[in-house]
């Protein structure tokens, strides 16, 4: 998953991206609303988790800014308030989760997991396409019943298929599912790399190439 964490408190921000890091995320860190807002404009992420108390404007301002706007990104709320009517509100403003704090990467990891797996359309806890199975939480991947070995890239971006298995992805679009904005720029042909292996690891049909619009999941039919 692309994930966006918006927290002022540079411990528990640190300790989030680092813990969604090593589960295999592609995480970034903002600490206030107004860059997380331009942030959402210009990347696709899976999932925004929102702290509610932040300097200057509150977390809840910027919720229903950005859902006011037509952002749909599904979010969840952080809050150190245990009031029942902060959590209402937060959840009338558009948020799709709360957490109340102190949390634990595991529940957090877990609830980002669930908003996925309803954005994806998937009913099970493992996603089924075809003769391919991914396990979101132990991020395994069977083929035909064998396991499949993938990097953590290559995960990735599977994962971002099966998330929209119905559309084309632009190999822009793909790219910003894969980095975060921390880093080096990828290189040129790593796009190319990641998907040529998925083809090899799984199955040639696994991903379909849309002659110059980009790339798409290989219909259940195809991959059988
Ligand atoms: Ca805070």
Same mark, same amino acid.
């Given at each position: 998953m692309?994930?966006?964490? &918006?927290?002022?408190d540079? #411990?528990l921000?640190?300790a989030? +991206?680092?813990?969604?890091?090593?589960?295999?995320?592609v995480?970034?860190w903002f $600490?206030s609303g107004?860059?997380?807002?331009?942030?959402l404009?210009?990347?696709?992420?899976? +999932?925004v988790v #929102?702290?509610?108390?932040l300097?200057?404007?509150?977390?809840?301002?910027w919720?229903?800014?950005?859902?006011?706007?037509?952002?749909k990104?599904?979010l969840?709320?952080? *809050?150190?308030?245990?009031?029942?009517?902060? $959590?209402?509100?937060?959840?009338d +403003?558009?948020?799709?989760d709360?957490? &109340?704090?102190?949390i634990?990467?595991?529940e957090?990891a +877990?609830r #980002?997991?669930a908003?996925?797996?309803r *954005?994806a359309?998937h009913?099970?806890?493992?996603?089924?396409?075809?003769?391919l199975?991914?396990?979101?939480?132990?991020?395994t991947v069977r083929?035909r019943?064998?396991?499949?070995e993938? *990097?953590? $890239?290559e995960?990735?971006l599977?994962?971002?298929?099966?998330t929209e298995?119905? $559309?084309?992805l632009?190999?822009?679009?793909?790219?910003?599912k894969l980095?975060?904005?921390?880093g080096?720029?990828?290189e040129?042909?790593?796009l190319?790399v990641h998907?040529?292996?998925l083809r090899?690891?799984?199955?040639?049909?696994?991903?379909?190439? &849309?002659?110059?619009?980009?790339?798409?999941?290989?219909?259940?039919e195809a991959?059988?």
């Amino acid at each position: 998953m692309r994930l966006m964490i &918006v927290e002022d408190d540079a #411990l528990l921000g640190d300790a989030l +991206a680092q813990g969604l890091r090593q589960l295999g995320h592609v995480v970034d860190w903002f $600490r206030s609303g107004d860059q997380a807002g331009a942030a959402l404009a210009s990347a696709p992420f899976d +999932a925004v988790v #929102l702290d509610l108390g932040l300097p200057g404007n509150d977390g809840m301002v910027w919720l229903r800014r950005w859902r006011q706007a037509g952002v749909k990104t599904p979010l969840l709320v952080l *809050t150190a308030r245990d009031g029942i009517e902060q $959590r209402v509100a937060g959840l009338d +403003a558009g948020a799709d989760d709360y957490l &109340v704090k102190p949390i634990t990467i595991d529940e957090l990891a +877990a609830r #980002l997991r669930a908003l996925l797996r309803r *954005t994806a359309g998937h009913a099970q806890s493992v996603w089924q396409h075809g003769a391919l199975e991914y396990d979101p939480a132990s991020k395994t991947v069977r083929w035909r019943g064998a396991p499949v070995e993938l *990097t953590g $890239r290559e995960l990735a971006l599977l994962e971002a298929f099966l998330t929209e298995s119905h $559309r084309v992805l632009s190999k822009a679009y793909l790219l910003e599912k894969l980095y975060d904005w921390s880093g080096a720029e990828p290189e040129g042909n790593s796009l190319e790399v990641h998907i040529h292996h998925l083809r090899r690891k799984i199955d040639p049909a696994i991903v379909r190439t &849309v002659r110059g619009v980009g790339y798409a999941l290989g219909s259940d039919e195809a991959v059988r």
